[in-house]
């Protein structure tokens, strides 16, 4: 079935780090991609999304490009900050519906 | 303000015995839906509905049912909860399912955590 492979977490960095989040799925059909952020207590965000090959979501400092030959979605950050502490799901669109990957937990120790 | 409202935010049940997560959205969404998070998993859905009086099997709907009289509201049932169904549920809407449009996302309620014993 159409399923999301996301990175193992927990994730540490440090503050101004560099961050990515690796993020692949599985290649039927041509889904739309989306990374969505849960901060602690709430519920999820949309981050960022692409809707077809070679786009590049972007939002907040963080990217992320739709990688076709890869089956790919991985997001990226140049410098992350303290307030980036969060959990983070990558996600692809299966006809009427949207599967979630297992979720990445990300801390930033000042 | 634009919102998914999930009623109660805890919940602490025993096996057996029947309860109602309710969800509404003022936003005019015709898309909703419900997940259950659980570690390890991620979200997963239970169950979604593309309109009024229409609703259709996620991945893990046993133990649930839904309705969708309504379209701002959307309530979660479990019959008889047992305890594999302690979980952090969400429910979310959208405002079509067609994810593709540019203006198209998925807005989460705050969360319902249950505690089935």
């Known amino acids: 079935g159409n399923s999301v492979t996301q990175m193992e977490g927990p994730v540490t960095l440090s503050e101004e780090a560099f961050l990515t989040i690796n993020c692949t799925y599985t290649a039927t059909g041509y889904p739309s991609l989306f990374w969505y952020v849960q901060y602690p207590g709430e519920g999820l965000q949309l981050l960022l999304k692409a809707t077809k090959a070679d786009d590049k979501g972007s939002n907040k400092g963080f990217e992320a490009t739709y990688r076709k030959e890869t089956t790919s979605f991985h997001l990226e950050k140049g410098s992350v900050q303290v307030s980036d502490s969060a959990v983070y799901f990558c996600a692809r669109t299966s006809g009427s519906r949207l599967t979630f990957g297992e979720g990445t937990q990300l801390t930033v120790n000042p | 303000e634009a919102q998914v409202t999930q009623n109660p935010r805890y919940l602490i049940t025993v096996t057996g015995k029947k309860l109602t997560v309710t969800c509404s959205q003022n936003m005019n969404h015709e898309y909703m839906s419900w997940y259950r998070q659980d570690p390890g998993l991620g979200l997963r859905q239970i169950y979604y509905s593309m309109n009024v009086e229409v609703t259709d099997k996620g991945d893990v709907p046993e133990g649930y049912k839904v309705s969708r009289k309504e379209k701002r509201n959307f309530p979660l049932i479990l019959e008889s909860p047992s305890p594999n169904q302690t979980s952090l549920y969400f429910c979310?809407?959208?405002?079509?399912?067609?994810?593709?449009?540019?203006?198209?996302?998925?807005?989460f309620g705050q969360g319902t955590r249950l505690t089935v014993v």
């Open positions: 979310a809407s959208s405002l079509f399912s067609g994810w593709d449009r540019a203006n198209t996302e998925a807005f």
